[in-house]
């Protein structure tokens, strides 16, 4: 049974950094693109970063240049390095991957359980 696993979230004030770190378990064959989204109270979830095993890399306009995502690949393992954070990027965040494990034909997307973060002084 695949899971992900994530840590690092926690109350932050503006201008402030925060890493937050997830890793994959299970039996896993191959992780694709794995990557971090969140959702605020009373908005829709949105994708923040997104990085390939290849290392290419996806930021929402709202973290570019202030968020940076990386991965681990024989950890099955990604982070999310964010600093100057706003008040704003408050909200939970979820790890994501998509991957094929054992029991499925195919890619699939997996989630983690979320972590808060929030920026409040």
């Known amino acids: 049974q695949v899971q992900l696993m994530e840590s690092g979230g926690g109350l932050v004030q503006p201008g402030g950094s925060l890493r937050l770190s997830c890793e994959a378990s299970?039996?896993?064959?191959?992780?694709?693109?794995m990557g971090w989204y969140r959702q605020a109270p009373g908005k829709q979830r949105e994708l923040v970063a997104q990085?390939?095993?290849?290392?290419?890399?996806n930021y929402a306009d709202s973290v570019k240049g202030r968020f940076t995502i990386s991965r681990t690949n024989a950890k099955k393992t990604v982070y999310l390095q964010m600093s100057s954070l706003k008040p704003e990027d408050t909200a939970v965040y979820f790890c994501n991957a998509n991957l094929w494990a054992r029991g499925t034909s195919s890619y699939t997307d997996y989630w983690g359980q979320g972590t808060q973060v929030t920026v409040s002084s």
């Open positions: 990085i390939t095993t290849g290392g290419a890399t």
């Open positions: 299970g039996t896993i064959f191959d992780i694709n693109a």
